[in-house]
């Protein structure tokens, strides 16, 4: 019986790759059809190199790109978009503001009201319509990708992970790190404890048919590929998953290491993380709406006043809720 189940299982898995292949084949030809948005200009030049450069948006429109415009990134959302009858209209309309090198910038606001598209277009995912994005002083239409994806460190609420071992899933974020700089990223990322207690350690293969991360460990992990990628711009999609205090507090420690003196732009949902930031952008309505630190816009009572007293304070005592219930 054993020597038949062992091809039957072997066809069957032969199956699911063949069908992965067509698939794959398919998703390809899609994308043949597609134009390119982003284009390397002719005229490139390099950012400069382990310096943290400012981010300035200066009068910046934005809408995403119709179906026959459309670019790689925006191809799902534009097919649901399409499926559900909508059209796309400007997400930003105007939108100036300014982040110093090497501080932090924490964007909040409503759903829906641009702040993940602020990060995209940081990454250059997209070009505005109208209007500037500079990293460094340069228009990022005038920076070559590679110098551009250097620079860009992002990290996102679900940290994509290759089936294979933890070890390939990092050396992906600087293929030359010596196995004593792997140990030191984790460690900073507060992720290595757990990877030494595996029995196989960075050898481990993890995915969905590996050893399973949990959501915290996942963060960590891409915390510990920020910081082998050394990048002088953070792009932070702060997790809005509810971690358990340990966790959380863990992330919390790793992501201080990994935004120390490195220009960063954060979609905020943590109190602590707003507290801290240097400067708080409030997106809405297509633009900045308010500009300030913590203190100044709660004095000021308007829509940050507005949202911090919804969301992170308990209106019978007016104390702040525990941190790792908010959402922002
Ligand atoms: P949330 O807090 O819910 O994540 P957000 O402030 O980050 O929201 P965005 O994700 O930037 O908001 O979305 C702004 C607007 O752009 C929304 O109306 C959204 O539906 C639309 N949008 C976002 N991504 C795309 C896309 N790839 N293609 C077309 N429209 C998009």
Redesign the pocket.
């Known amino acids: 019986l054993q020597r038949l189940f062992g091809p039957i299982t072997q066809l069957s898995g032969l199956q699911e790759t063949a069908q992965t292949v067509v698939v794959s084949f398919s998703r390809i030809f899609e994308l043949l059809d597609l134009k390119p948005l982003i284009r390397e200009s002719p005229d490139a030049v390099g950012l400069a190199k382990n310096v943290a450069p400012d981010i300035e948006f200066d009068d910046v429109s934005f809408r995403?790109p119709t179906a026959d415009e459309v670019s790689l990134?925006?191809l799902e959302?534009?097919r649901s978009?399409r499926e559900s009858g909508e059209v796309?209209a400007d997400?930003l309309r105007g939108t100036s503001f300014h982040v110093r090198a090497g501080t932090l910038t924490a964007l909040v606001?409503p759903?829906?009201?641009?702040?993940?598209?602020i990060t995209h277009l940081v990454s250059r995912l997209y070009d505005p319509n109208s209007g500037s994005v500079r990293v460094g002083g340069h228009d990022l239409r005038d920076l070559t990708f590679d110098s551009l994806r250097e620079a860009v460190g992002v990290v996102s609420q679900d940290a994509y992970l290759f089936h294979d071992t933890i070890r390939e899933n990092l050396l992906y974020a600087r293929p030359t790190a010596t196995e004593e700089e792997l140990v030191e990223a984790c460690r900073g990322a507060q992720i290595w404890d757990l990877i030494d207690s595996l029995p196989r350690g960075l050898d481990t293969v993890t995915g969905d048919r590996g050893y399973r991360m949990s959501g915290g460990e996942k963060q960590r992990l891409a915390i510990a590929r920020l910081l082998l990628k050394e990048p002088t711009v953070v792009v932070l999609d702060e997790a809005t998953a509810h971690l358990d205090s340990e966790s959380e507090a863990a992330v919390q420690r790793a992501l201080k290491t990994a935004l120390r003196s490195r220009t960063s732009l954060v979609?905020a949902h943590r109190l602590s993380t707003i507290r801290e930031a240097d400067q708080i952008l409030v997106?809405d309505g297509g633009g900045v709406r308010e500009r300030g630190t913590h203190d100044e816009l709660l004095a000021k009572g308007g829509l940050y006043a507005e949202l911090y007293h919804t969301q992170f304070s308990d209106p019978a005592s007016n104390a702040a809720k525990p941190e790792i219930e908010v959402e922002f």
């Open positions: 995403y990134a925006s959302h534009l978009k796309t997400v606001g759903s829906g009201a641009g702040k993940s598209t979609i997106i």
